[in-house]
C-alpha cells in the first residue's frame, strides 16, 4: 500500500449529479490520473487510445493493451490498482473566478458562491503491485501540482501532494517511455 497525504492549495471541485461538490470522490480522482497518464504517455511520443470511438479491448493478453488501459483497464481487463480517499474535505464558501479578459483585469480573484469546491487535508490509498504504484505516485504528484478534479481551468483542485512511502519517479517515467 502507498499512501499520500493531499492538503489543497486551491478548492477541489468534484461535482455530483446535483452540481455540488460534497466530498471527495474516487471516481474524480481516478478520471484525473487516467487523464494525465493519457497526456503524459502522449507527449512523451507513446500511443493512448482515444476513448470510446478509439478503445482498446482485451483480447488473449494485456500487451495489446495501450499502457493507460494497461494500468486504468478497459473492455475485457480490470483496473490493476484499488484507490481509497479518506478523510473529510470541508465545503469552501469561495470559489476561484477567471476574471473577464476583455475588461481592465487580468487574472484570478476570489468570488463567492455557495458550493466553492473542497478544502483541507485527505489521505489517498493506492494498493496495487510496486511499478502501477509508482507509476500512480507520480500522476497523483503530476495531477496535484496541476489540478486534481474538475475545472481545472478556472484554478480548481491545486494541492501540495506529501508522500509516506518512496516512490520512484525516474522508474515510472522508463515504463511509460518503454511502452
Known amino acids: 500500500m502507498m499512501q499520500a497525504k493531499i492538503k489543497t492549495l486551491t478548492p477541489i471541485w468534484t461535482g455530483d449529479v446535483k452540481r455540488e461538490s460534497a466530498k471527495l470522490r474516487e471516481t474524480s480522482v481516478i478520471g484525473s490520473l487516467r487523464w494525465w497518464f493519457e497526456a503524459l504517455v502522449r507527449g512523451l511520443g507513446g500511443y493512448a487510445c482515444g476513448g470510446i470511438n478509439n478503445k482498446c479491448e482485451y483480447k488473449d493478453n ?34 476561484i473566478v477567471k476574471a473577464d479578459e476583455r475588461e481592465s483585469h487580468r487574472g484570478w480573484f476570489l468570488g463567492s458562491r455557495e458550493s466553492g469546491g473542497l478544502v483541507g487535508t485527505s489521505e489517498v490509498k493506492i494498493y496495487g503491485d510496486s511499478q502501477i504504484k509508482n507509476v500512480l505516485a507520480l500522476l497523483l504528484n503530476l495531477s496535484c501540482s496541476w489540478g486534481i478534479g474538475a475545472k ?14 518512496g516512490y520512484s519517479v525516474n522508474k515510472a517515467i522508463e515504463k511509460v517511455k518503454k511502452k
Open 152 to 165: 481545472t481551468q478556472d484554478g480548481f483542485g491545486i494541492c501540495d501532494c506529501e508522500f509516506e512511502t
Open 62 to 95: 494485456a500487451s495489446s493493451l495501450c499502457p493507460v488501459c494497461q494500468v486504468f483497464g478497459t473492455t475485457g481487463w480490470s483496473r490493476r490498482f484499488r484507490l481509497e480517499v479518506n478523510g473529510r474535505l470541508n465545503r469552501s464558501p469561495f470559489v
